[in-house]
């Protein structure tokens, strides 16, 4: 069983009688009397990144993972706690003051702060994220709407290349390109100045931890409607356009890996021209790749005014 049909099965119902809770169709808990919005993960070495050898870099990707959550749903996140589990060796002294030097830095960035957490003894290095934030509502998933515009903020892919040249399974000779790549794996560019625009004009949202395809489904939930993506519109960073042409590799498999955290939402198409204009007056990239319909009985992905018929990446999914 994968990690969804364990929460349908088992804790939805645990729920029924929390709303706040969400069904537990979203990735946070939402008090909307209090206005209080929460959201926790848990990042295990060898599963969400691969060793501890750069425990600066790690820290960031998790904290930004974590804030990630509440950005898409058009809530500021103001604290964060820390739960940490790892060995003397993880938790050397070296190492807890590049970990305390990346938190500050990550403080003074997002403007968060930590608030509290617990420490344990482990094999493994393991952290749980919680990020709290205010919010009188928020934009959830499985509220879109048929003919909805399908949008995504900013490039989908680097990060991909750069946990596949961490993992080397690829190489690039050029150092400038490495380091770039490595650096969107571990520190992804957060579409912040947009997330308190979002209630404005979104219908859904879902920030992209998974992969473009899977995070969209999830987005759609029980909505009964279908995707239909133009593959050229999703956006790619120059660089990585230039590896792909390069190394004739396909587009399709870079953009649906996950370790993203853009912003993926939906919108009227009545909203287009504003969210052209807004997007542009505060310097954020935001693609119309897409749209929503009930007309179509399975899910559609366009390359050269033809559809594919191969089976695309569904994204990352925990199967237990």
């Given at each position: 069983?994968n990690?969804?049909?364990?929460?349908?099965?088992?804790f939805?119902?645990?729920?029924?009688?929390?709303?706040?809770?969400?069904?537990?169709?979203?990735?946070?808990?939402?008090?909307?009397k209090?206005?209080?919005?929460?959201?926790?993960?848990?990042?295990?070495?060898?599963v969400?990144?691969?060793n501890?050898?750069?425990?600066d870099?790690?820290?960031?990707?998790?904290i930004?993972?974590?804030?990630?959550?509440?950005?898409?749903?058009?809530?500021?996140?103001?604290?964060?706690?820390?739960?940490?589990?790892?060995?003397?060796?993880?938790?050397?002294?070296?190492?807890?003051?590049?970990?305390?030097?990346?938190?500050?830095?990550?403080?003074?960035?997002?403007g968060?702060?930590l608030?509290?957490?617990?420490?344990?003894?482990?094999k493994?290095t393991?952290?749980?994220?919680?990020?709290?934030?205010?919010?009188k509502?928020?934009?959830?998933r499985?509220?879109?709407?048929?003919n909805?515009?399908?949008?995504v903020?900013?490039?989908?892919?680097?990060?991909?290349?750069?946990?596949?040249?961490l993992?080397?399974?690829?190489?690039?000779?050029?150092?400038?390109?490495?380091?770039?790549?490595?650096?969107?794996?571990?520190?992804?560019?957060?579409?912040?100045?947009?997330?308190?625009?979002?209630?404005?004009?979104?219908n859904?949202?879902?920030?992209?931890?998974?992969?473009?395809?899977?995070?969209?489904a999830?987005?759609?939930?029980?909505?009964?409607?279908?995707?239909?993506?133009?593959?050229?519109?999703?956006p790619?960073?120059?660089?990585?356009?230039?590896y792909?042409?390069?190394?004739?590799?396909?587009?399709?498999n870079?953009?649906?890996?996950?370790d993203?955290?853009?912003?993926l939402?939906?919108?009227?198409?009545?909203?287009?021209?504003?969210i052209?204009?807004?997007?542009?007056?505060?310097?954020?990239?935001?693609?119309?790749?897409?749209?929503?319909?009930?007309?179509?009985?399975?899910?559609q992905?366009i390359?050269?005014?033809?559809?594919?018929?191969?089976?695309?990446?569904?994204?990352?999914s925990?199967?237990?």
């Amino acid at each position: 069983m994968n990690e969804f049909a364990i929460i349908q099965k088992y804790f939805k119902k645990l729920t029924y009688k929390n709303p706040s809770a969400l069904k537990l169709n979203d990735d946070v808990f939402f008090d909307k009397k209090n206005n209080v919005v929460v959201s926790i993960d848990t990042y295990v070495e060898g599963v969400h990144f691969l060793n501890f050898r750069n425990p600066d870099l790690v820290i960031k990707k998790i904290i930004r993972s974590s804030i990630s959550d509440l950005y898409c749903k058009g809530v500021i996140p103001k604290f964060f706690f820390i739960g940490a589990s790892g060995n003397n060796i993880s938790f050397s002294k070296k190492n807890l003051i590049l970990i305390s030097k990346s938190l500050k830095e990550e403080q003074q960035k997002y403007g968060i702060k930590l608030s509290g957490g617990d420490t344990t003894k482990s094999k493994k290095t393991i952290f749980t994220i919680i990020s709290l934030g205010y919010s009188k509502k928020i934009i959830q998933r499985n509220k879109c709407k048929n003919n909805d515009d399908i949008y995504v903020t900013g490039n989908l892919g680097d990060s991909y290349l750069g946990l596949l040249l961490l993992k080397k399974k690829i190489f690039i000779k050029n150092i400038k390109q490495r380091k770039y790549f490595i650096q969107k794996y571990y520190m992804p560019d957060l579409p912040t100045k947009i997330s308190s625009k979002l209630m404005k004009f979104a219908n859904s949202s879902i920030d992209i931890s998974d992969g473009l395809f899977g995070d969209l489904a999830k987005l759609i939930n029980t909505s009964k409607l279908y995707f239909r993506l133009d593959l050229k519109k999703i956006p790619i960073s120059s660089k990585l356009s230039t590896y792909l042409a390069k190394t004739k590799k396909d587009k399709i498999n870079f953009i649906s890996k996950g370790d993203d955290y853009q912003i993926l939402f939906t919108s009227s198409k009545f909203n287009r021209r504003y969210i052209k204009s807004l997007f542009k007056q505060m310097n954020q990239k935001v693609t119309l790749i897409g749209n929503l319909t009930k007309e179509i009985k399975s899910n559609q992905i366009i390359s050269n005014k033809k559809l594919l018929k191969h089976r695309y990446n569904e994204g990352y999914s925990h199967n237990f």
